[in-house]
């Protein structure tokens, strides 16, 4: 079984000829990314995910989270990963130096934190929560509460969780009922129970820092009623040290389809007198920052479908050379041949490399949006890569999960009937990666999200400057002769022009008939994300061909234009159906009464 590679050259080149990371660099308080530093970053970060992270993968599989008494226990090796994970500064890359971070930008995180989860998904979800529970600290926790909790929490020393769901609630917050109670010394104290809650409980770290939602006895109804709380597993002294275990205990974790290793807990507040919390902010306005964390933990999960979707290609790879099978197409006579040679496990493979290769370019170019948006001195550029996140964190979360467990399908696929047995890993990739569509929000609410309030909301403004950006790069397709660009140039013209209609069309119509446009949100996620992964791709296709013409003789280059041409061909040609779909899809959706189902 193949371990996992990191694609240390395809970052690269997408962090510096897409994202910028040159440009990056020169933001107020971006200054130390060179690139020999980020360079060295992700050389370290692939030595850890390769030698550290990805021996673990299977074997974490394999033996699960255990549940005992209230506590979990983590699989063999995966303390000890964790301990020199935060010992080697893992952990703090991307945090405020203020708090012992080292204030990485985002996009060089990305790459990082795209490792980690290929190299070992279950592993990776708990820095992810742990950095959402910092953001949300640092931008709205009391400086109290930052001395307490985040210098532990940035150094790994501690970590985090955030605490959303409840068996009543689901995806409905507004019908959030845990409570908390508040005391004479100013804490509160916290009543109720949460689920799904990632790495809950674990052996791995001194103590865990819970954000948790609930309500104050004088709190509205509703969303505008919901507090945030930190409420630590043990409580902490005065000089730092960790005190009394507090009343927050796991009752229990969940047998899942994947990503075993990572524990999934059922958390009980305050059935032994009431778990100690502290108000993070202002009260009742827990669910705005709340949604700090999440807009985090939405990236990240985006980052996991490029990540398995990555892994689940290289196995796919590996095991298509490897395998002996059938004669060559075409060829009488000849002997056996591996089924890389035959034109369908091309067509998949093709189709895997080149999802890959679109999620991985967006994503990252996001990434370094989000750092503009952060430190651009000027307020306008701020403003302009602030919405353009906005716009686009919907796809990046719900189009590269989506594209993830497809690319993951694909790779079971090409392993015929191996791909089904457990002993190959392909299975693994598609059951760790089937989550990712669905916690932070599922891909239909990413997709209501997308066309609601980051798309109606603003009369599709946002859209609009995306749309024209991407006419832009028409000019510099046309310059280019050969076939290849004829064709790119033509598929990626189509699908803005699809892309253009269909939001037109969900501006013009949402407010009128919300239930009709919402039919085709998924679909026009679908759309946009393809689209948008083409728009990169096509600007990957043409720094290749300038590289080329000043005389790169490295492979990598004219492979960049042909994946490029096949994600024309397969991919933009997808657009005009779901554009057919978005626009005129609901009839059908909505006709029959709820009786016939």
């Not at 303390?79 to 945090?95: D, H, I, P, R, S």
């Not at 709205?140 to 985090?160: F, I, N, P, Q, R």
């Not at 778990?275 to 980052?303: D, H, Q, S, T």
């Not at 490029?564 to 159906?577: C, E, I, S, V, W």
Request: hydrophobic fraction near 45%.
């Amino acid at each position: 079984m193949s371990e996992y590679i990191a694609p240390i050259r395809d970052m690269q080149f997408v962090l510096k000829e897409l994202a910028g990371i040159d440009q990056v660099a020169q933001l107020p308080g971006c200054e130390e990314a060179t690139a020999d530093l980020v360079d060295a970053v992700l050389e370290e970060a692939a030595k850890f995910a390769e030698g550290v992270l990805s021996p673990l993968n299977v074997s974490g599989d394999q033996e699960g989270a255990k549940w005992h008494d209230k506590a979990v226990t983590m699989p063999k090796g995966f303390k000890e990963a964790y301990q020199q994970f935060a010992e080697n500064g893992w952990t703090a890359l991307a945090c405020e130096p203020e708090f012992g971070g080292q204030g990485l930008p985002k996009v060089v995180n990305a790459c990082v934190t795209e490792m980690w989860k290929s190299a070992n998904h279950a592993f990776s979800l708990c820095p992810l929560l742990t950095t959402g529970a910092i953001e949300a600290l640092v931008l709205a926790g009391s400086d109290e509460l930052k001395a307490t909790y985040l210098e532990k929490m940035v150094s790994g020393v501690w970590t985090g969780t955030m605490n959303l769901t409840e068996p009543n609630a689901g995806s409905d917050l507004a019908a959030v009922r845990s409570k908390a109670e508040p005391q004479a010394d100013g804490s509160y104290k916290i009543f109720g129970q949460k689920i799904f809650i990632t790495y809950g409980d674990h052996d791995m770290a001194d103590n865990i820092v819970h954000l948790v939602l609930a309500r104050t006895p004088t709190a509205p109804e509703g969303v505008k009623g919901i507090s945030l709380f930190v409420v630590p597993k043990f409580m902490v002294n005065a000089d730092g040290s960790l005190g009394a275990r507090n009343d927050a205990w796991c009752v229990s974790i969940e047998h899942k389809l994947g990503i075993h290793a990572s524990p999934t807990a059922v958390m009980a507040y305050g059935d032994h007198g009431g778990a100690i919390g502290y108000l993070v902010g202002e009260e009742n306005r827990g669910l705005e920052y709340m949604f700090i964390m999440m807009n985090a933990a939405r990236y990240g999960v985006g980052l996991e479908g490029v990540a398995d979707a990555e892994r689940a290609y290289q196995r796919a790879v590996t095991y298509a050379k490897d395998r002996i099978q059938g004669t060559d197409i075409g060829v009488r006579g000849g002997g056996k041949v591996a089924i890389i040679n035959h034109p369908d496990v091309r067509r998949m493979l093709m189709n895997m490399r080149c999802q890959v290769e679109a999620t991985r370019a967006l994503a990252y170019v996001v990434g370094a949006a989000h750092d503009a948006a952060v430190h651009h001195a000027d307020a306008e550029v701020r403003k302009q890569n602030q919405a353009f996140v906005d716009l686009m964190i919907p796809i990046v979360k719900g189009w590269s999960t989506e594209v993830g467990v497809e690319v993951c399908s694909t790779g079971v696929q090409v392993h015929g009937g191996m791909g089904f047995i457990e002993e190959t890993g392909a299975a693994q990739h598609l059951r760790d990666v089937r989550i990712s569509t669905i916690y932070e929000g599922t891909t239909g609410i990413q997709a209501n999200d997308l066309i609601g309030r980051k798309m109606a909301r603003e009369g599709g403004a946002t859209i609009k400057a995306v749309i024209a950006t991407m006419r832009q790069l028409d000019g510099e397709l046309a310059k280019q002769s050969g076939e290849d660009f004829a064709v790119i140039r033509r598929r990626f013209a189509a699908g803005i022009d699809e892309v253009e209609k269909a939001a037109e069309w969900i501006v013009a119509n949402y407010r009128d008939d919300v239930r009709t446009v919402s039919v085709g949100a998924v679909p026009f996620m679908w759309l946009f994300g393809i689209v948008a992964g083409g728009w990169q791709m096509a600007r990957a296709a043409l720094v290749a061909q300038a590289k080329i013409d000043a005389g790169e003789k490295d492979p990598f280059f004219p492979a960049k234009i042909i994946t490029t041409r096949f994600y024309a061909d397969h991919q933009l040609t997808r657009a005009a159906g779901l554009a057919v779909t978005v626009m005129e899809g609901a009839a059908g959706a909505l006709a029959l009464e709820e009786s016939m189902f």
